[in-house]
């Protein structure tokens, strides 16, 4: 029996729900939620910008948009982050990557001010997740959680297997799933026999960005694969994982249409919890079950 | 053939050697390495201040000490943190754990100064080891990656399971392993098949503090492991590994002697480095071999 497809579609709409619900206690005295995004020229970065737009506008949330220059020097950057954290309209900030060459990834995890740090990449935030007392988490790791969680899919107690250590999906992933109590194991490209591990996966997550990475020798059968792989190939989006995996394992998120929807959903909740508009119990549940 | 046995003494040894050498590039316009500690009542946090202010009057670096009343309150603990930071005559903090009562670690870990947080605590340092671009370390987790480089003991490609999921420890000690390089397997208390894990594993590592959790049975023939376990048992420190084990490994830290030594030297090392004293070179050369 082929695997069941985790289409973010309904963990979206789920999500988007309790933002709208949440959306209801907006009162004179609480800030409207608002995201700032400072968005570089690289196209891809253009490309998220354009879906950030796009579906917090549905959802009826504030974006003001920064564009940054290539020539950028960090003094102008850091400039404009005080700025904004200074600015109490501003209720979020996102600053997409790949930054402009002059400003370097720890120039921007000192200066992101944690309360407004919508995407979890300050040193505060990265460090409350590294302790175990997560609290605003990246969007990209976050939404694969949340995916498992809205397909009934337990973590505690299951081995996670992830492929990738990068500090935006694979690093944070695997602290999340270790808050969440799985067992983890996290390989890269100095490991030097995956498949051996990948195997012994009951969960799997990719995020090497390697089209075809995962093939269905590598899966245990029954095994449920995430793929947060995303490569342009031609003109489609192409993940890490062959599609013939879905002989083998028993459910598998597509590419496109899988983690990826979620992220920008999760990029939302974030914005509202940085502004107390997220219900606690809401959260906590969540917290409740995946993440304590 | 027995293990061979990775008593931490030499590896001492070798960085007291480094930090005499370095302590000869003070000059007036360098601040004096001086740790300032911040010590509970707890019997084991005041039995660690001794060991510290022993080996540290051993290598001429000043030590002040405070006592922190059970009954301290948060603001008094914040208050007592600001004094220290704002005092240029002290270069490091080290708040010995457990804590009083009324202070929680996210306190300790939002107020201590990432440029005199010795024990890489804050926030910050936590983030940056989280990140993969490491600043201080906790000292528990690098003297175990330092004693292994002391042994010449390859950690790049190798497969490292670490039991036990502690801020202090095993989780810390998970990203600087991964940083180094290794594939890293995380496991705890929620770990159903534990034996089946740490049988895999080419280096070792336990932070339980369960006496006699590792058996030989759960160890590969020829695996180098570390123990972080410290029990009271009796008179006697126990660690997690049965003693036995040493007909298996190829290589062993005792309990006593092992790692425990080498997290105060480190603490010094860490030190010298928060004083900018510690030679760049040298301690790049570490990261090259072993945290890049």
Redesign the interface.
Known sequence: MPAQLLTGTPVVEELYTRIRSALQNLSPHTPYPTLAVLIPGDPSAQAYARAIRKHFSNLCLQVREFMLDDQMEEFDFLQLIKQLDSDTSVTGILALQPLPPRIS??TL??AMPPTKDVDGV????????????PGVVPSTPLGGILLLQHYGITV??R?AVVIG?S?VVG??L??LL?TA?A??????S???DLAH?TRQADLLFTAAGRPGLVIPDMVKPGAVVVDFGVTVVGQRLVGDVDPAVAEVASALTPVPGGTGPVTTAVLACNLLRLARLWPEELFSKTKHRYIT
């Open positions: 990834k720890s995890s000192l300050s040193y505060e935030q990265q460090g409350r997740l590294a302790l175990g007392t505690a107690g081995h250590r500090p690093r944070p695997t602290l270790l109590d067992t983890v194991t996290i390989c890269h100095r490991t030097p591990l």
